[in-house]
């Protein structure tokens, strides 16, 4: 018979079980059960379709070279529009918290059109604009400027609505201090608001660059489809269906998938990294 545990000693540390917040464990294994179902368990089925032929067929299918030159064309404009949408989206969001202006309400009101309009309406409307008979003259059909339109149209809303708030929350009496000891707007900018801004800025941009990753709609016209110069990865995935390979397809899926979720944890990495830093600061 084994000894009794002798006063003041620890047992097993159960504390990473101990549920907390006001929804309790039901509330917790609701959310997890319809998680499960809409995300986790579908993702689970395409990354087993993707095995379906082994690791060997897995391995055939992501490194040929159509695959490859899509999946360098996806991530390459998605780049491009990452870094367009962090420049733009963050003056966009600067004009319409610190200026006022006529339709700045119908203004804040277009940001969010992307959200609620159908994407392939949009590579329509571009295809119009910039296609083959372009009222503009400008010719961007498939070509990757062409791409880059439509992509920055889907994706402008995240960091426009991941800085608008930040900003509006920042001190402002700091800036007027800092510009009535001399420094200039854009020293003003750099050294006090952009460290402010930086994390939604960051966020945003990650955002788009995996929102772009996928996209399909807004490219399928504009983007004219054409392999190992304008194919986007969602174009290839569609076209190994059509053409019955849905191993090479769903392969192609889960390193979208894998390179949208590396991207979404650095962000979420990084946010952590910024918050505890602010702790500490305070």
Same mark, same amino acid.
């Given at each position: 018979?084994?000894?009794?545990?002798?006063?003041?000693?620890?047992?097993?540390?159960?504390?990473?079980?101990?549920?907390?917040?006001?929804?309790?464990?039901?509330?917790?294994? /609701?959310?997890?059960?319809?998680?499960?179902?809409?995300?986790?368990?579908?993702?689970?089925?395409?990354?087993?379709?993707?095995?379906? @032929?082994?690791?060997?067929?897995?391995?055939?299918?992501?490194?040929?070279?159509?695959?490859?030159? *899509?999946?360098?064309?996806?991530?390459?404009?998605?780049?491009?529009?990452?870094?367009?949408?962090?420049?733009?989206?963050?003056?966009?969001?600067?004009?319409?918290?610190?200026?006022?202006?006529?339709?700045?309400?119908?203004?804040?009101?277009?940001?969010?059109?992307?959200?609620?309009?159908? /994407? =392939?309406?949009?590579?329509?409307?571009?295809?119009?604009? !910039?296609?083959? $008979? *372009?009222?503009?003259? =400008?010719?961007?059909?498939?070509?990757?400027?062409?791409?880059?339109?439509?992509?920055?149209?889907?994706?402008?809303?995240?960091?426009?609505?991941?800085?608008?708030?930040?900003? =509006? $929350?920042?001190?402002?009496?700091? $800036?007027?201090?800092?510009?009535?000891?001399?420094?200039?707007?854009?020293?003003?900018?750099?050294?006090?608001?952009?460290?402010?801004? /930086?994390?939604?800025?960051?966020?945003?941009?990650?955002?788009?660059?995996?929102?772009?990753?996928? $996209?399909?709609?807004?490219?399928?016209?504009?983007?004219?489809?054409?392999?190992?110069?304008?194919?986007?990865?969602?174009? !290839?995935?569609?076209?190994?269906? @059509? =053409?019955?390979?849905?191993?090479?397809?769903?392969?192609?899926?889960?390193?979208?998938?894998?390179?949208?979720?590396?991207?979404?944890?650095?962000?979420?990495?990084?946010? @952590?990294?910024?918050?505890?830093? @602010?702790?500490?600061?305070?």
């Amino acid at each position: 018979m084994g000894k009794p545990a002798a006063a003041g000693s620890r047992g097993p540390n159960w504390s990473w079980l101990r549920v907390t917040g006001s929804v309790g464990p039901l509330g917790i294994a /609701t959310a997890v059960l319809w998680l499960s179902i809409i995300v986790l368990l579908p993702l689970a089925a395409l990354t087993v379709s993707a095995f379906d @032929e082994g690791w060997a067929g897995f391995w055939d299918a992501v490194t040929s070279p159509v695959a490859l030159a *899509s999946l360098r064309v996806t991530v390459f404009v998605s780049v491009i529009v990452a870094l367009i949408n962090v420049v733009m989206g963050t003056l966009i969001a600067w004009v319409l918290v610190r200026d006022d202006f006529p339709g700045k309400g119908a203004v804040n009101a277009l940001i969010d059109l992307p959200f609620a309009l159908p /994407t =392939i309406v949009a590579s329509i409307v571009l295809l119009s604009l !910039y296609g083959p $008979e *372009s009222p503009l003259d =400008i010719h961007l059909n498939a070509t990757q400027p062409g791409l880059v339109v439509a992509l920055a149209f889907v994706t402008l809303p995240f960091v426009v609505r991941s800085v608008q708030p930040v900003l =509006i $929350e920042v001190d402002k009496e700091v $800036e007027q201090a800092a510009l009535s000891l001399g420094a200039d707007n854009w020293t003003t900018f750099r050294s006090i608001v952009l460290p402010t801004l /930086t994390p939604a800025i960051v966020s945003g941009g990650g955002l788009a660059f995996a929102r772009a990753l996928g $996209e399909y709609g807004s490219v399928v016209l504009i983007g004219g489809n054409i392999p190992r110069e304008t194919q986007m990865a969602s174009q !290839y995935i569609q076209q190994q269906i @059509e =053409i019955d390979r849905p191993v090479a397809a769903a392969a192609i899926s889960v390193v979208l998938l894998a390179i949208a979720f590396v991207s979404l944890l650095v962000l979420r990495l990084f946010a @952590e990294r910024t918050a505890r830093k @602010e702790q500490e600061a305070r």
